[in-house]
């Protein structure tokens, strides 16, 4: 199977029906609270998808040890989302994929994203804003996860730029551009995907 690099980021809740029409396999949501949730991510997991949830942005949640593992049993979630360290240790704990969020607004900012993927060491991580091909590069060779780039990419060139600049996902909230992108280099796959599912604790 084709390798998609495109991560649906689900913002608003009727966006829901399309990303379960739609090619990708991954979903980032981004909406939603703690008394709908369920009801969301059921019918994209029964459509394919694998989910994770932004535990700061899904209301009702909470951020501590018991909000994590009430998501990994009640929701069987694929992962999370968090710019928080600590919620990256108790997402480990209960078995769930962890996305560390950093943004790039300045050189300090990068220097201490860098600190924190190394010290919570995440199993991914998405760098935003995901316009800045020269500070992919350098993340990318600074990391050892897999990269995700998101924020403010509107156009299908910016997705091939951020791909070809070393990011392994692009995360977008235009439900337009959830299909395979066109690249100039040849699109990961086949051992590539099999190696990126394994490292994020997703079975192959």
């Given at each position: 199977?084709?390798?998609?690099?495109?991560?649906a980021?689900?913002?608003?809740?009727?966006?829901?029906?399309?990303?379960?029409?739609?090619?990708?396999?991954?979903?980032?949501?981004m909406?939603?609270?703690?008394?709908?949730?369920g009801?969301?991510?059921?019918p994209?997991?029964?459509a394919?998808?694998?989910?994770?949830?932004?535990?700061?942005m899904?209301?009702?949640?909470?951020?501590?040890?018991a909000?994590?593992?009430?998501?990994?049993?009640?929701?069987?979630?694929d992962?999370?989302?968090?710019?928080?360290?600590?919620?990256i240790?108790?997402?480990r704990?209960?078995?769930?994929?962890?996305?560390?969020?950093?943004?790039?607004?300045?050189?300090?900012?990068?220097?201490?994203a860098?600190?924190?993927?190394?010290?919570?060491?995440?199993?991914?991580?998405?760098?935003?804003?995901?316009?800045?091909?020269?500070?992919?590069?350098?993340?990318?060779?600074?990391?050892?996860?897999?990269?995700?780039?998101?924020?403010?990419?509107?156009h299908?060139?910016?997705?091939?730029?951020?791909?070809?600049?070393?990011?392994?996902?692009?995360?977008?909230?235009?439900?337009?551009?959830w299909?395979?992108?066109?690249?100039?280099?040849?699109?990961?796959?086949?051992?590539?995907?099999?190696?990126?599912r394994?490292?994020?604790?997703?079975?192959?």
């Amino acid at each position: 199977m084709e390798h998609n690099p495109i991560i649906a980021s689900i913002t608003e809740e009727s966006q829901i029906r399309q990303a379960i029409s739609c090619t990708v396999k991954r979903v980032n949501l981004m909406t939603g609270n703690i008394n709908n949730l369920g009801q969301l991510v059921r019918p994209l997991q029964e459509a394919g998808k694998q989910v994770f949830v932004h535990v700061e942005m899904v209301g009702g949640i909470g951020r501590d040890a018991a909000a994590i593992q009430y998501l990994a049993e009640a929701f069987k979630v694929d992962g999370i989302i968090t710019t928080k360290s600590n919620a990256i240790s108790t997402a480990r704990q209960h078995g769930l994929a962890s996305i560390q969020r950093v943004f790039a607004i300045d050189s300090a900012a990068i220097e201490t994203a860098l600190r924190m993927i190394k010290s919570s060491n995440p199993d991914e991580v998405e760098l935003m804003p995901g316009l800045m091909p020269r500070i992919i590069r350098e993340m990318k060779q600074r990391i050892k996860q897999p990269l995700i780039v998101g924020g403010l990419i509107r156009h299908e060139e910016e997705i091939s730029s951020a791909l070809e600049s070393g990011a392994d996902y692009v995360s977008i909230g235009d439900a337009s551009l959830w299909k395979q992108p066109k690249l100039h280099t040849a699109p990961r796959g086949g051992d590539d995907e099999k190696t990126q599912r394994s490292e994020i604790g997703v079975p192959i």
